[in-house]
């Protein structure tokens, strides 16, 4: 890791100046009333033998698109606070990542890359950098929920988080079906009138993800829910702008380290970022 300046301390200026610009960015004050939720079915339902067979119907598309580029608009509620923004979003299987928060005006109000299991975040406006932490840890201290990469990327291409191989399969009226993993996770598919299996929600830990709208196959609007979390925690997604299996080379997964920016830590991202106490 390169050697960066400490700054002066916890509770710094240089810190709480990057948690004014995120909070300028991230969180904002937002009226009217939420969305109604996806009515998902409930009860024992009837064993369905051809579970795997829809399962691999429904996750045909989003299972082959390899690199993905998308703007995303975020809003939601996290930890007690109304949260809105937009995100310039690039993926590539397996676990590569780029994620830049757009400011008003001016430079990115952050740039978060990663290619595996350690990522950088660079404050380009400070600048500040985080660097040796795991991605799903930063994700978490700026939005309030933990994904990985390649579950951020399988949720967005329409997959919903659950990896796992299919064990069983479960039907519902309405042309539901729920399609349970090895690991515990679940995913809801739902038939339409050509008889096309299509995934409408999905189940990873405490992790529940909705798909609200799509359009030509792809989600366009998603929201996701830390079930159990106090204070509730809820993200909704607007994905637009996506573009498909083009080529990322591997300076997309790079960010240039200014060789004066500061060296801040997860705790303190935690503590003075948009979404700390």
Known sequence: MRPHSTGA?????????????????????LGGCAAR?????????????????????????CGAIDTMTAELSVSGRVEGQRLRGRVISGFARPSK???????PFGPPAFILVSTGSDATLLLPRDPA????????????????????????HRILAGCGPAASTPAAGVSFAGGWLRVDGEDGTSTWLQQDQAGRWTIRAGRADALLVEYEERAGGLPRRIRLELEQAAPPTELRLHVAEADLNVPLGDDAFQVKVPPAATAITLAELRRAGPLGR
């Open 97 to 103: 990542l780029r994620l830049e928060g757009l400011a």
């Open 129 to 152: 950098v985080l660097e040796g932490e795991r991605p799903e840890a930063i994700i978490d201290a700026l939005v309030g929920i933990p994904l990985a990469p390649a579950t951020l």
């Open 37 to 61: 939720r996806l009515a998902l079915p409930s009860g024992a339902g009837e064993p369905f033998a051809e579970y795997a067979a829809a399962f691999e119907q429904a996750t045909r598309t």
């Open 9 to 29: 301390g916890p509770g710094r200026p240089l810190v709480r100046s990057a948690a004014a610009l995120l909070a300028a960015v991230l969180v904002v004050a």
